[in-house]
């Protein structure tokens, strides 16, 4: 930690693993001789790189990339792009860092990296966004591939500026090869690969309420902060499991609906218009649009699934969520709960889903998306759909039981960083140094 001593995010995650894996580096002491602990923490390789493109008016602007490859003792890294103003070194190590275990946790055979740009989407022209995308894959291209390398989405990364980067691949590679996921379903994308992370969080989420306290969505009240990708599945897929939406955010604020939020509403504000989430109201009268996005964890609600970014729910939230009756909390995005909010979760019986498992669905069907590429082949919805819902009660299941082993019944923060620890550092003893 001392060599990187202002990368906080990055070293919130490492703490939160390592105090987790005490108990298995007592069981395995020829893991602490190895150097495993202190190999899991340092990235194998650390790209970083100009990014330069015109804008609009022809002046050459200048934002930095990242690639962080971060281990690929099972598999080739994989890991999704994020483009957003606050992302530097550390932002990338810590998501990085947790992808590692997350992909172990989908039992595919997936290697963990992160990358992306301090490059604000925010507000650019369609021309400006491409011309960025070709430039950051002029670079980015080098240290990628199908069999290396291989990037997805993230926040500021979706559908269109995969198509971009793809584009830009295929064009400089004189190649066709499913180097990049949550690609377009005419060239080599999966179906079901849009709705997974929030769809999978669902899964996942459910079959804990159901093992854990015979709960479920069914006649539940949810909030979900963020209204982007991941959000808006999972608000889609929470309201078929039969339960009411009330309240969705954006980095402006946060929208309540006593009747229950429309997604076609939101999809037409985020997806075509590309607007603010406070548009919502134009729309319904009834909803009501509060400033600052921090405060959607004081609406009432049973589950709470935090969707947007990292720390956004933090103690004080924790204390009104279990006040107000929330009896479950799974991340959606990635460590979005602050530590000393999962401890108060943990604390008082909180169902809490981490994001390394909570929210592996993505990556998992990235994973399936990147075997239909190998085969040439693709799957149907149901497939796709029945493959996720497997492997999230799988990902839960084995959770659960490493938490349950090692002393720490029910808690699935600790089960899942010791579920994909043992997977990861048993591939790396194996393969030694
Ligand atoms: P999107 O860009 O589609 O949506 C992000 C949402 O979060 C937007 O509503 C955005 O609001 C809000 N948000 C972003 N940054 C902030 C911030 N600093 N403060 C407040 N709100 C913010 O991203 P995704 O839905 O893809 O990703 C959301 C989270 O899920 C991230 O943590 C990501 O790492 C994680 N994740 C995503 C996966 C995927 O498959 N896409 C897979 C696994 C995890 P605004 O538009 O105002 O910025």
């Known amino acids: 930690l001392k060599r990187d001593p202002n990368e906080p995010e990055f070293h919130q995650a490492i703490k939160e693993v390592l105090e987790s894996l005490e108990p298995v580096a007592e069981k395995n002491p020829h893991w602490i001789k190895a150097g495993i602990f202190n190999r899991m923490v340092e990235p194998e390789r650390q790209i970083i790189f100009s990014v330069p493109w015109a804008d609009d008016n022809g002046v050459i602007q200048t934002n930095r990339g990242f690639r962080v490859q971060f281990n690929s003792a099972i598999g080739p890294y ?4 994020r483009f957003h103003p606050s992302v530097y070194l550390g932002i990338i190590k810590f998501l990085g860092f947790e992808q590692v275990f997350k992909n172990a946790l989908t039992g595919l055979p997936l290697g963990g990296g992160k990358g992306g740009s301090d490059f604000d989407p925010k507000g650019k022209s369609d021309g400006e966004i491409m011309r960025f995308c070709q430039s950051f894959m002029i670079e980015l291209h080098r240290h990628i591939g199908e069999n290396t390398d291989v990037p997805a989405g993230d926040i500021g990364v979706g559908g269109r500026e995969i198509g971009y980067m793809y584009g830009m691949y295929r064009r400089i590679r004189n190649s066709f090869t499913g180097t990049l996921t949550g690609k377009g379903i005419a060239w080599g994308g999966s179906l079901v690969r849009r709705e997974a992370t929030g769809y999978g969080l669902c899964y996942f989420m459910e079959e804990a309420m159901k093992s854990i306290a015979e709960k479920s969505f069914q006649g539940a009240t949810v909030v979900i902060s963020g209204s982007g990708n991941v959000a808006s599945y999972a ?10 939406v ?9 929208v309540y609906d006593p009747e229950g939020i429309k997604l076609e509403t939101v999809k037409r504000i985020k997806e075509i218009e590309r607007k603010r989430i406070s548009e919502y109201v ?3 009268p009834k909803a009501k649009f509060t400033e600052g996005y921090s405060n959607i964890w004081s609406v009432k609600c049973d589950i709470a699934l935090p969707c947007a970014t990292q720390n956004e729910l933090d103690e004080e939230a924790a204390k009104t969520l279990i006040a107000n009756g929330c009896f479950a909390v799974g991340e959606g995005a990635n460590m979005p709960v602050t530590p000393e909010a999962v401890k108060i979760f943990i604390k008082n019986g909180i169902i809490f889903g981490p994001a390394k498992a909570a929210n592996a669905g993505g990556v998992a069907t990235s994973g399936l998306e990147m075997a239909q590429n190998s085969l040439r082949y693709s799957w149907t ?6 493959k996720l819902k497997s492997i999230m009660v799988d990902i839960y299941k084995n959770t659960s039981s490493a938490a349950k082993e090692y002393g720490h019944e029910n808690n699935l923060a600790m089960g899942a960083n010791i579920a994909g ?3 990861i550092a048993d591939a790396m003893y194996a393969q030694g140094t």
Do not use: I, M, P
Request: no cysteine.
């Open 78 to 81: 994989k890991g999704g792009l």
């Open 235 to 244: 608000a889609k897929k929470a309201q078929q499991l039969g339960a009411k």
């Open 282 to 284: 134009k729309y319904h």
């Open 381 to 386: 919805f149901e497939e796709v759909d029945t």
């Open 246 to 254: 009330v309240a969705l955010s954006d980095s402006s604020g946060y």
């Open 421 to 423: 620890f043992l997977k």
